[in-house]
């Protein structure tokens, strides 16, 4: 797993956009994932969780959405 420079595991958060493209960013507090449920342009959200980079989040997104 990916980890910052605390050591700790870097965290993901994901959403398929009403476009039908699927997205991934950095977790970094509740907020992130509370202002995508309210966006009329999120369809499912998911996460947080880990993942080994971008790719990794993008395919683990992938299945959770």
């Not at 958060?13 to 699927?22: A, I, K, V």
């Not at 202002?35 to 990794?56: L, Y």
Request: negative net charge.
């Amino acid at each position: 797993m990916s980890m910052d420079s605390k050591g700790n595991d870097i965290l993901w958060w994901g959403y398929r956009h009403t476009n039908g493209s699927l997205q991934v960013k950095r977790y970094f507090d509740r907020l992130d994932i509370q202002e995508a449920h309210e966006s009329p342009f999120c369809g499912a959200v998911c996460g947080p969780f880990t993942a080994d980079g971008r790719m990794d989040a993008l395919e683990q997104a992938g299945k959770l959405v």
